[in-house]
């Protein structure tokens, strides 16, 4: 059978974009990579069609397929519905049923991009660096986690750090797997010179190393040290396993590295099958659903088709493909294409949505 893929739209822009990777994936269809692909609704959409922002039956057929793919969920329209089923809500069962502990937040420069980056392009080009967060733990949702009040005009916050070694073993596992399907080279970043924790993620990263990923380099940054490293000499890295806090300010750096919003994908991945050893995976651009230009063919499809190129490359055992469809987009970016996203202050001619995304069909077609 063919493997499987779920598609959710979502809203504002999601459809636009995703409609532009409908041709990608029809395209691998016609070219010896068929899916058996799925459609459903999540986000605004589906609470106006259910009342809820995933249907049981959507959440079913999420579970059951080998990938999904996301576009953006929300939108001003939604703003006064109730909190359980606000579109974000849609996203969080995702995450939360599937329970995705993995965030894959790759940083990578495209050639014809690089004066987009904050940094110098001697410092980005060519720049190919994966971030993976664990998502489920940490200090975002240890206990305990309280405001109290100290009585003499004083509160005190306590938000707590906790991590068990199986947490920090699957997070770990995923980065050296990926690693292998990369440059094999992961670095675990922590504080252990202040935190327990650090301590332990230190130990269990070296303990998972030793057992099962022996032939993937390792090495070991201080978190503060690794954002240092990052600005300085980003290329220096290929993975980069990090917890939920750190991963969560070293991506949001990392993203700063390579450009627009309209250019990050990323992927969050849960536990391995214990029959097919393929991991349930959510893949989706890192944008919104941008309402300020939503309906207008003005939204750039390749954070969603950069996605797809992850689900390739992590989901189907297609590495090659994922290849291909990543040297479409730089094709078509080194020969001036544009979104609007993509034009500087000073102004040039862009295609529309739609436009680049032929444009990405063309040069998959030419490649
Ligand atoms: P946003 O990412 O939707 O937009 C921020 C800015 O970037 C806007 O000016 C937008 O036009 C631009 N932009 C975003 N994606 C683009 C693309 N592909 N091409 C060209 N320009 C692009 O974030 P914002 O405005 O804070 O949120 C809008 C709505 O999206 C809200 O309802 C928010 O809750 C929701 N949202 C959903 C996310 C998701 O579905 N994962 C993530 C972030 C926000
Ligand atoms: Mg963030």
């Known amino acids: 059978a063919n493997p499987t893929l779920l598609i959710l739209p979502g809203d504002g822009i999601g459809p636009e974009v995703m409609a532009e990777v409908r041709k990608v994936v029809d395209w691998f269809g016609r070219n010896g990579r068929p899916f058996d692909v799925d459609e459903d609704l999540v986000g605004g959409c589906a609470y106006d069609a259910h009342g809820q922002a995933i249907s049981d039956a959507a959440m079913e057929r999420a579970q059951a397929a080998d990938a999904v793919l996301l576009g ?3 939108g001003p329209k939604w703003d006064k519905v109730p909190y359980d089923a606000r579109p974000e809500a849609g996203l969080l069962r995702l995450r939360k049923d599937l329970e995705l502990f993995a965030n894959l937040r790759p940083a990578k420069c495209f050639d014809a991009l690089a004066d987009f980056s904050s940094l110098k392009r001697e410092l ?57 399907l990369r440059d094999n080279r992961v670095c675990s970043m922590e504080k252990r010179n202040v935190m327990k ?11 998972t190393h030793a057992a099962r990923f022996a032939d993937v380099q390792l090495t070991h940054m201080l978190a503060d040290a690794g954002g240092m490293q990052l600005v300085r000499a980003p290329k220096q890295f290929d993975v980069i396993v990090t917890d939920n806090l750190f991963g969560d300010m070293l991506s949001d750096v990392a993203a700063m590295l390579t450009g627009s919003l309209g250019m990050l994908p990323s992927a969050s991945l849960g536990a391995p099958d ?22 207008q063919g003005k939204a750039n499809p390749i954070a969603c088709v950069l996605s797809f190129a992850m689900a390739l490359r992590y989901s189907f055992d297609a590495g090659a493909e994922a290849d291909r469809l990543e040297a479409a987009v730089e094709k078509v970016l080194a020969d001036g294409l544009r979104t609007a996203d993509l034009v500087g202050p000073g102004g040039g001619a862009t295609v529309s949505t739609s436009e680049m995304g032929d444009a990405i069909v063309a040069a998959l077609e030419a490649s």
């Open 124 to 180: 980005v080009e060519g720049l190919d660096i994966l971030i993976v967060r664990e998502l489920t733990g940490g200090v975002y949702f240890g206990e305990p986690k309280q405001i109290t009040d100290l009585g003499n005009g004083q509160k005190r916050a306590v938000d707590t750090q906790v991590y068990d070694t199986f947490e920090i073993e699957r997070i770990s596992a995923v980065a050296f797997e990926l690693a292998r």
């Open 72 to 74: 953006a969920v929300g």
């Open 197 to 207: 924790s650090g301590l332990l993620w230190h130990d269990v990263v070296e303990a």
């Open 274 to 295: 214990p029959k097919t050893g393929r991991r349930k995976a959510l893949y989706e651009p890192v944008h919104g659903s941008a309402p300020d230009i939503a309906g």
